[in-house]
């Protein structure tokens, strides 16, 4: 039996001496390349975090003291650590425990996240709310170094050092190359200005001068020179700047180290910054070789690291990057923008082709839809590559900057939809609602990667804003179905028949369309109709179909409310059709994680549970 079988977790980590702490860490790896290899997930991040979250576990209590997280795929090693060691192999699968960090699943999760940059926001308002409750809690955010390139970072960072609280936040820095020789000698200055004898000295210093005469003077070029030989040998100075107190670099795999700056912190008055050093996939060397590829993954074999499932067919994302890349070859203003998310959205294929036309721009959804607006007022013709779920945080400057100024901004909107195991912080569930309400945006829903390619061909000739959503993975297989042309903004009528109509759009289409083939099979005849553009919709070719029908059922993978649903409801209601309408999608809640065909059986978006509606309405 290992430690982690025998040890209390997670108090009994503060009795263990540095050897088994090593030992613990080695077993907690292992764990994670277990798991993740038969399960998927965030593998290259969490290893590289190991170390840091034995030390914190050393040195703070998570039963009241709150380690705040940012992104939740770090927490790997954290949940096992505290109190799911026993379900971990459960992680990301249907009622197991999720991929990220979530309050409802642990008292030990102090703050959801699946987002990034929200740490140093979300830990100052808990240690504020701590201050003024009197419960003295002690407040830690550990933030990744990605995550710096977000404003809402430094938003976080300027506040706190404006308001000068006592918290720490450990920049995990996992990409910056350190200088051994800067590194070592800014290691050994780092402990001599947070040991307890210069600590004191300053302060002695800093109560002198406050009382002599021109002591506000010469305590400002005191502070000069201290910031001066800090900025010098390490890193920190814009922190210092910023109002935090730097400490680092520190070795991210050695725990003494980090337990020793985590402890020298706690001494300092305000907020501190510690800057820990660590290497992605750390133990597990085809991580560490290859720490893109395995940042995210599915199941792969741990022996040799390659993956158990091959994907059989062509996805949507990299359907959408080679055919961008063929655009941009004869259209020499196409350019590409995506938020750190260069693989995710398949344009690596692009800024190999064009580096000078590709821009990744980090974590900064809003600045990416902004700058998309000041390459489109200037002549060129931006496509911004974002998922559904990160585009909401760029929705001011799609309406301000985009949609307000009519610009031929091109969104394409990945990962739209159910998306799976990583949960309800990923599923795009609400770009439909979010972006229906838009003033002169066009929406277009391709189900299938045909649709996909022409329509991303369209947008090239639409002077104004256009939204292209579509899903995660590939297209499914629909026999006897038959791709039919797509004229701007008029849907597809696959079929007239029958006193029922399904309404789809988008990759839902293919239930919709099954629930067509099987209710014909049992004599109920059906329209279908794949609408294809949500915004504006021709509506003569539409309501020709609608009119006169007992039944109409609208199917998508997208919030019920606000969605397209609505939308043909309210075309309806325009054109005095007074038809039933029952509405299928995503109902108002959060839809957990879980595979997709599990979660669509389970909101009844399924073909099965459509035939079973349709055919419980004809015997009413």
């Given at each position: 039996m290992?430690?982690?079988?025998?040890?209390?977790?997670?108090?009994?980590i503060q009795a263990l001496d540095y050897d088994a702490l090593k030992k613990l860490a080695a077993e907690v790896r292992e764990l994670i390349i277990d798991v993740v290899s038969n399960n998927g997930g965030h593998l290259a991040p969490?290893?590289?975090?190991?170390?840091?979250?034995?030390?914190?576990?050393?040195?703070?209590?998570?039963?009241?003291?709150?380690?705040?997280?940012?992104?939740?795929?770090q927490s790997y090693a954290y949940k096992i650590l505290t109190d799911r060691r026993e379900r971990f192999h459960t992680l990301?699968?249907?009622?197991?425990?999720?991929?990220?960090?979530?309050?409802?699943?642990?008292?030990?999760?102090?703050?959801?996240?699946?987002?990034?940059?929200?740490?140093?926001?979300a830990g100052l308002g808990i240690k504020i709310a701590s201050d003024i409750l009197g419960k003295g809690q002690k407040v830690v955010a550990v933030i990744g170094d990605g995550a710096m390139t977000a404003g809402l970072a430094f938003e976080g960072l300027n506040n706190l050092g404006q308001l000068d609280k006592n918290m720490i936040v450990i920049l995990n820095d996992n990409e910056m190359s350190i200088s051994p020789n800067v590194g070592a000698f800014s290691k050994h200055l780092s402990k001599i200005l947070s040991g307890d004898i210069y600590t004191r000295f300053r302060k002695d210093v800093q109560k002198f001068l406050e009382n002599a005469p021109l002591g506000g003077q010469l305590l400002h070029v005191a502070k000069k020179m201290e910031e001066?030989?800090?900025?010098?040998?390490?890193?920190?100075?814009?922190?210092?700047?910023?109002?935090?107190?730097?400490?680092?670099?520190?070795?991210?795999?050695?725990?003494?180290?980090?337990?020793?700056?985590?402890?020298?912190?706690?001494?300092?008055?305000?907020?501190?910054?510690?800057?820990?050093?660590?290497?992605k996939g750390k133990g597990y060397k085809p991580a560490e070789d290859n720490p893109d590829i395995f940042h995210g993954v599915s199941s792969f074999d741990k022996q040799t690291g390659k993956p158990l499932k091959f994907a059989s067919q062509k996805t949507f994302t990299s359907a959408f990057g080679d055919k961008l890349a063929d655009i941009a070859i004869k259209n020499k203003k196409v350019v590409a923008i995506t938020a750190a998310m260069a693989d995710g959205t398949g344009l690596k294929k692009f800024a190999e082709i064009f580096p000078e036309r590709f821009f990744d721009v980090g974590i900064a959804e809003q600045h990416a839809v902004t700058f998309a607006a000041g390459l489109a007022i200037s002549g060129l013709k931006p496509y911004v590559a974002i998922y559904s779920t990160f585009l909401q945080r760029a929705y001011d400057q799609i309406i301000h900057d985009v949609a307000l100024q009519n610009l031929p901004v091109v969104l394409c909107i990945d990962r739209a939809g159910l998306v799976g195991a990583d949960g309800p912080t990923h599923h795009g569930s609400f770009d439909l609602s979010y972006l229906r309400c838009i003033p002169?945006?066009?929406?277009?829903?391709?189900?299938?990667?045909?649709?996909?390619?022409?329509?991303?061909?369209m947008a090239q000739d639409i002077n104004s804003p256009v939204a292209i959503r579509y899903p995660r993975g590939g297209e499914e297989n629909l026999e006897g179905y038959i791709d039919s042309s797509i004229e701007l903004y008029r849907p597809e009528i696959v079929s007239g028949e029958g006193d029922i109509a399904i309404v789809t759009g988008g990759h839902i289409f293919s239930q919709g369309f099954n629930a067509h083939k099987k209710l014909e099979k049992?004599?109920?005849?059906?329209?279908?109709?794949?609408?294809?553009?949500?915004?504006?919709?021709?509506?003569?070719?539409?309501?020709?179909?609608?009119?006169?029908?007992?039944l109409i059922v609208t199917i998508e993978e997208n919030s019920i409310k606000g969605g397209m649903g609505e939308e043909i409801a309210?075309?309806?209601l325009e054109n005095n059709i007074y038809t039933k309408v029952i509405k299928l999608g995503i109902p108002d809640k959060f839809i957990e994680h879980g595979d997709v065909n599990i979660l669509r059986k389970l909101l009844k978006i399924d073909s099965d549970s459509i035939v079973e509606l349709i055919s419980r309405e004809c015997q009413k």
């Open positions: 290992g430690l982690l079988d025998t040890v209390k977790l997670p108090d009994g969490s290893l590289g975090v190991v170390e840091l979250t034995i030390a914190l576990l050393k040195v703070f209590k998570p039963d009241f003291d709150k380690i705040v997280w940012d992104v939740g795929h990301r699968t249907y009622k197991g425990i999720s991929g990220f960090i979530k309050p409802s699943e642990s008292i030990f999760d102090a703050f959801g996240v699946g987002h990034t940059s929200t740490s140093i926001s001066g030989l800090i900025g010098f040998f390490t890193p920190g100075v814009i922190f210092e700047e910023l109002g935090l107190r730097y400490i680092g670099p520190i070795d991210g795999h050695n725990i003494k180290d980090i337990v020793s700056a985590l402890s020298n912190a706690l001494k300092q008055d305000g907020p501190v910054l510690v800057h820990v050093a660590t290497k002169n945006l066009t929406i277009m829903m391709p189900k299938n990667i045909y649709e996909l390619e022409r329509m991303l061909e049992i004599g109920i005849k059906t329209s279908l109709i794949n609408m294809r553009f949500l915004k504006p919709v021709e509506t003569d070719s539409l309501i020709k179909v609608l009119n006169n029908k007992k309210s075309i309806l």
